[in-house]
């Protein structure tokens, strides 16, 4: 999550990561467009997997920096890729603000790249004024995501509640029913995941460019964990424990072994 475009150093992210796995962290998910610095993120999931032997190591991103490049040197550390489409209509996709008329082929790509190098795909929606009347059960019939997660479009004071913010997204909120509506629509996908407002805002530990953790809409970022270390970062960490479990949050993360992924080739995600 990023709000200003301070950048750690490799070493320092390391140096955070290794904490992390010492306190007992198992699945690590990099957002916010990780490809921005996409050898960085190569290399931190490198070490993730290879050294630190995280068991799941993730990444979000709308796809757009993604290459075949980075994949053939970089997935076989990669876990997931978390891809963001809010739509399988181009025209919606532009309202909305993603891409400018290519993104649906973009995503349809990044989805048999990721296949061919064994990279769990998953798919990101965020459920808001402009898509939630759409019938995806075609487009995900066809792209077969391991997991398909869908989220109610969320406001953070902080962030998108207003002209003063970074983003306004007032425009895209939606009532609890056009959500229900658009779950009870999707429901009989085995993969479909939904994430309602009410588990979502603080129940996830997230860090911040500069190794913080954040307080959504709780209160100010903690010190970082380097200069204190996590057990005392933590104590000033507000973490939604009940709406971790809610939201589902313990799954098949961890991709097959590639030996078991060549010896059936039938296994796709």
């Keep these: 999550m990023y709000n200003t475009s301070h950048v750690e150093s490799l070493s320092n992210a390391k140096k955070g990561m290794a904490l992390l796995k010492a306190c007992g962290m198992k699945k690590i ?17 490198k070490y993730c997997k290879e050294t630190l032997k995280v068991e799941s190591v993730s990444v979000v991103t709308n796809g757009s920096k993604v290459t075949y490049k980075w994949l053939a040197k970089y997935g076989k550390y ?13 025209t919606t996709n ?3 603000g993603r891409g400018t008329g290519n993104h649906v082929k973009t995503f349809m790509d990044l989805c048999e790249m990721c296949k061919e190098h064994g990279v769990m795909f998953k798919v ?28 109610q479009v969320l406001i953070a004071p902080e962030e998108n509640r207003s002209e003063h913010t970074l983003r306004d997204a007032r425009r895209f909120v939606i009532s609890d029913e056009e959500w229900r509506l658009f779950c009870d629509k999707h429901k009989r996908q085995e993969c479909f995941v939904p994430e309602v407002i009410d588990v979502m805002a603080s129940s996830y530990l997230l860090l911040d460019e ?8 709780v209160a100010k970022p903690t010190r970082s964990i380097l200069d204190i270390g996590i ?5 000033d960490v507000y973490w939604d424990e ?5 939201r589902g949050r313990v799954y098949q993360w961890s991709k097959p072994d590639t030996s078991e992924r060549l010896t059936h080739p039938e296994h796709e995600w």
Aim: net charge negative; charged share 25%; aromatic share 14%.
């Design 29 to 45: 998910f990099a957002g916010g467009e990780p490809f921005m610095n996409a050898e960085f993120l190569g290399q931190l999931a």
């Design 78 to 90: 990669l876990d997931i890729m978390a891809v963001s489409c809010d739509s399988f209509d181009d």
């Design 94 to 96: 532009v309202k909305i």
């Design 124 to 151: 990101n929606t965020a459920v808001n004024r402009y898509n939630f009347q759409e019938d995806m059960n075609a487009a995900i019939d066809k792209i077969k995501p391991f997991r398909w997660k869908c989220f």
């Design 210 to 217: 500069n190794l913080c953790f954040l307080n959504k809409g």
């Design 231 to 235: 057990a005392e970062v933590l104590k």
């Design 242 to 246: 009940e709406g971790f479990q809610k």
